[in-house]
């Protein structure tokens, strides 16, 4: 089987940085990925991470250690429109390629 | 593009009813999947198509769901009957290429089932 573990909420305040951490437990790991979701929204894709390391994407970035089978997303320069869920999804191979979600990070950026 | 197109946005049904939720993917996408999302048990893929061809429905609940996609452009995800534990947010998403690791999302359908 497999599982993914976030944090349930995490909150910080207005121009600060955040990391929410993913970890992950599963068979033929072939990628990571993370959505944004705001409330009554939907889910909107945000990186992906099929290697070690670093992936930056304007104030967002996201790291993936295959080694630890862990990731993270981290949020820079932190704006109230960030507040929302963030979950991370694991990409398996081996015939299936579809990314399961974990249950997601709810973050609440205060000023 | 348009996105990913979902209708009808809510649905208030009563028990036993038929409900159908309908589907557009984005133009050109090969990839296309039906979601549900509860409080108590977060996203749940139900079904996915590969040109229009069902590849895993293993986590449609029961024979009371089903889904079709009898071109590129249009899907459905029926309930017959409905309960009152179906009452979600249906979402439909689609992708291109293998995998779909990068899913556009439609807007969803919130079901409500009295």
């Known amino acids: 089987g497999q599982s993914l573990e976030q944090p349930s909420e995490v909150t910080a305040v207005e121009g600060a940085i955040v990391q929410i951490n993913c970890t992950y437990q599963?068979?033929?790991?072939?990628?990571l990925s993370w959505y944004q979701q705001h409330d009554g929204g939907a889910p909107t894709f945000l990186s992906y991470?099929?290697?070690?390391g670093l992936e930056e994407t304007g104030r967002f970035s996201s790291f993936l250690s295959r080694s630890d089978s862990y990731g993270y997303l981290l949020l820079q320069e932190l704006q109230m429109k960030d507040s929302a869920s963030y979950f991370c999804?694991?990409?398996?191979?081996?015939?299936?390629?579809?990314?399961?979600f974990g249950r997601g990070t709810s973050l609440i950026v205060h000023p | 593009d348009a996105g990913v197109i979902q209708s009808p946005r809510h649905e208030v049904t009563e028990m036993g009813q038929e409900v159908t939720l309908r589907c557009k993917p984005i133009?050109?996408?090969?990839?296309l999947f039906w979601y549900r999302q509860t409080m108590m048990r977060g996203l749940e893929l139900l079904i996915y198509f590969n040109n229009n061809v069902p590849i895993d429905d293993s986590g449609m609940p029961e024979d009371r769901f089903s889904a079709k996609m009898p071109n590129a452009s249009f899907s459905t995800l029926k309930i017959q009957p409905s309960e009152p534990r179906d009452s979600a947010v249906y979402f439909c998403?689609?992708?291109?290429?293998?995998?779909?690791?990068?899913?556009?999302f439609g807007p969803g359908t919130r079901l409500t089932v009295t």
């Open positions: 599963t068979s033929g790991f072939y990628g």
């Open positions: 133009s050109g996408h090969d990839y």
């Open positions: 999804a694991v990409r398996r191979g081996g015939g299936s390629y579809i990314p399961t």
């Open positions: 991470n099929a290697l070690d």
């Open positions: 998403a689609s992708s291109l290429g293998r995998g779909g690791y990068e899913q556009y």
